[in-house]
């Protein structure tokens, strides 16, 4: 290492969403913690994400990962208000719930199937007719066979919750080390000793690794791959349009896409699932597929004018699942990463879990299911769908 070290009870490996959440819970704690981000502070998928806070719309099945994803759902109330008495930033957590429309026979089929498994599960849904449902939502297509609805499905602003998280770790002491690249982990007798970084090098006991879809990218100083999994790179592309007349107010899910109506007064409309590596190119035919399931979800959106398109990197695991919990083989070094399409939904949950972890050398929440050991081919934990 070189000479000069900084130390830190606690470095966090990217400063997304998850990375400052953590940031923010750690130092409020008291911690001493330093955020390491090899770009801007939140200017990856916490930037690029549409702030879907939707469960019963996204999940497949009753599994581990419905339980954690619903229980993220159920601290977002809390979390905001804590985040705007701490900030005085208001990250628009907006409540008017979720509708999934029932367009073709193969959706009629998807729906149902989502329908029977979740009414099982004895859940909050609802099926509403055509009629009902333009009477909730009259900019929707009159084409709409009929529709669920997911009233504890809900939505926030990531974008302003990335500044707000941001200021409150700041006011709590964080550092952060922007156009920073952590470059290896130093390891001693299978513990964590520090970090090298392209800026200084840091003595810490403990690294956190929130980098998403680059955590696969981090090594130890000996060059040795750390990780028995890889997260990788899945391209989402994006358009804000303007808000179609009448007003749309539920979040509106298709199979083939989706609308997000913000409080500003512009619809977010996604997405599309590219494996394309580490590219956030914005191409014609993901920017026509978009606006072609926006339109048939929302016809009066073809007149309204485009107002940005970006593209961000959903960091995804072999299983889909996150990667929660301890390094079973290495002390000090904790995962925080792969959230894959739930990475704003899962932020509150993943910062108390996470912090818990460290704080008090377990979780609250059985993070059992997501440890990276399921990828350990000798452990025998292959718990993930
Ligand atoms: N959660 C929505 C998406 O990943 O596109």
Same mark, same amino acid.
């Given at each position: 290492?070189?000479?000069?070290?900084?130390?830190?009870? @606690?470095?966090?490996?990217?400063?997304?969403?998850?990375?400052?959440?953590? @940031?923010?819970?750690?130092?409020?704690?008291?911690?001493?913690?330093?955020?390491?981000?090899?770009?801007?502070?939140?200017?990856? $998928?916490?930037?690029?994400?549409?702030?879907?806070?939707?469960?019963?719309?996204?999940?497949? +099945?009753?599994?581990?990962?419905?339980?954690?994803?619903?229980?993220?759902?159920?601290? &977002?109330? /809390?979390? @905001?208000? #804590?985040?705007?008495?701490?900030?005085?930033?208001?990250?628009?957590?907006?409540?008017?719930?979720?509708?999934?429309?029932?367009?073709?026979?193969?959706? %009629?089929?998807?729906?149902?199937?989502?329908?029977?498994?979740?009414?099982?599960?004895?859940?909050?849904?609802?099926?509403?007719?055509?009629?009902?449902?333009?009477?909730?939502?009259?900019?929707?297509?009159?084409?709409?066979?009929?529709?669920?609805?997911?009233?504890? /499905?809900?939505?926030?602003?990531?974008?302003?919750?990335?500044?707000?998280?941001?200021?409150?770790?700041?006011?709590?002491?964080?550092?952060?080390?922007?156009?920073?690249?952590?470059?290896?982990? #130093?390891?001693?007798? =299978?513990?964590?000793?520090?970090?090298?970084?392209?800026?200084?090098?840091?003595?810490?006991?403990?690294?956190?690794?929130?980098?998403?879809?680059?955590?696969?990218?981090?090594?130890?100083?000996?060059?040795?791959?750390?990780?028995?999994?890889?997260?990788?790179?899945?391209?989402? +592309?994006?358009?804000?349009?303007?808000?179609?007349?009448?007003?749309?107010?539920?979040?509106?899910?298709?199979?083939?896409? &989706?609308?997000?109506?913000?409080?500003?007064? &512009?619809?977010?409309?996604?997405?599309?699932?590219?494996?394309?590596? &580490?590219?956030?190119?914005?191409?014609?035919?993901?920017?026509?597929?978009?606006?072609?399931?926006?339109?048939?979800?929302?016809?009066? !959106?073809?007149?309204?004018?485009?107002?940005?398109?970006?593209?961000?990197?959903?960091?995804?695991?072999?299983?889909?699942?996150?990667?929660?919990?301890?390094?079973?083989?290495?002390?000090?070094?904790?995962?925080?990463?792969?959230?894959?399409? =739930?990475?704003?939904?899962?932020?509150? !949950?993943? $910062? +108390?879990?996470?912090? %818990?972890?460290?704080?008090?050398?377990?979780?609250?929440?059985?993070?059992?299911?997501?440890?990276?050991?399921?990828?350990?081919?000798?452990?025998?934990?292959?718990?993930?769908?």
């Amino acid at each position: 290492m070189n000479q000069i070290n900084s130390h830190f009870d @606690a470095a966090i490996i990217g400063g997304g969403l998850i990375g400052c959440a953590i @940031a923010w819970r750690l130092s409020k704690a008291g911690l001493r913690v330093v955020v390491i981000e090899r770009n801007e502070i939140g200017h990856e $998928a916490s930037w690029a994400a549409g702030g879907m806070l939707a469960p019963l719309s996204e999940a497949n +099945q009753a599994d581990a990962f419905f339980e954690l994803v619903v229980a993220g759902q159920k601290m &977002y109330a /809390d979390f @905001a208000r #804590e985040l705007c008495e701490a900030t005085g930033i208001d990250i628009q957590y907006r409540t008017e719930g979720t509708l999934y429309l029932a367009l073709t026979d193969k959706d %009629e089929e998807e729906l149902e199937r989502r329908w029977r498994w979740q009414q099982a599960a004895g859940l909050n849904i609802k099926k509403l007719n055509a009629h009902d449902v333009l009477k909730l939502e009259p900019a929707l297509t009159p084409q709409l066979r009929w529709a669920l609805e997911f009233p504890h /499905d809900h939505q926030v602003d990531n974008r302003r919750m990335m500044t707000a998280l941001e200021a409150a770790a700041r006011d709590n002491g964080v550092e952060f080390w922007t156009k920073t690249e952590a470059t290896s982990l #130093e390891i001693s007798n =299978n513990r964590i000793a520090g970090v090298e970084t392209t800026k200084r090098n840091i003595v810490t006991n403990t690294v956190i690794l929130a980098a998403g879809s680059w955590s696969s990218l981090l090594k130890a100083t000996d060059d040795k791959v750390v990780m028995d999994f890889s997260v990788e790179p899945i391209r989402g +592309q994006m358009i804000a349009l303007e808000m179609p007349v009448p007003a749309l107010h539920h979040v509106v899910y298709s199979t083939s896409g &989706y609308l997000v109506p913000r409080a500003d007064g &512009y619809v977010i409309a996604g997405s599309t699932t590219e494996i394309v590596g &580490y590219n956030k190119r914005i191409t014609a035919e993901g920017l026509a597929s978009i606006i072609t399931h926006a339109v048939e979800i929302a016809p009066n !959106l073809s007149s309204q004018g485009v107002l940005e398109t970006w593209a961000g990197l959903r960091p995804k695991t072999k299983d889909n699942w996150p990667v929660l919990g301890n390094d079973l083989r290495i002390s000090g070094l904790v995962y925080a990463t792969g959230h894959y399409r =739930n990475g704003i939904l899962l932020t509150p !949950l993943t $910062a +108390q879990s996470i912090s %818990e972890l460290v704080l008090r050398g377990e979780s609250s929440i059985n993070l059992t299911p997501f440890s990276p050991a399921r990828f350990d081919q000798h452990s025998g934990l292959h718990l993930s769908a």
